[in-house]
């Protein structure tokens, strides 16, 4: 049973795009999260040069994780993995 339950997903710019304050919250639904996420994009392609990504369910949990540690004072990462797979793009 909880092998095949949903993913736990913690946001803060979920409730943000809300018009909330920025609370730290688990996502219930990965279709409210995703709709986030593409008008956030969208409003980037407006600004900048057009970015046509693709938020497959692993870049969307990425982005939460790469959120959560830029959110922290001094938070850094390091994205690893092979040319060409989006290192760039999230």
């Known amino acids: 049973e909880d ?6 997903v913690m946001t803060s710019f979920v409730s943000q795009a809300k018009g909330h304050e920025k609370f730290y919250l ?3 639904d990965m279709v409210e999260i995703r709709d986030v996420l593409e008008s ?4 980037y ?16 949990f990425h982005v939460c994780r790469i959120s959560r540690i ?9 994205l690893v993995g092979v040319g060409g797979s ?3 793009s999230l």
């Open 45 to 60: 392609n407006n600004e900048f040069a057009a970015m046509n990504l693709v938020l497959f369910d692993d870049a969307v």
């Open 3 to 8: 092998l095949f339950s949903p993913p736990l």
């Open 70 to 78: 830029t959110d922290n004072p001094c938070g850094h990462a390091l």
């Open 86 to 88: 989006g290192k760039q």
């Open 26 to 28: 688990p996502v219930k």
């Open 40 to 43: 956030q994009l969208a409003e």
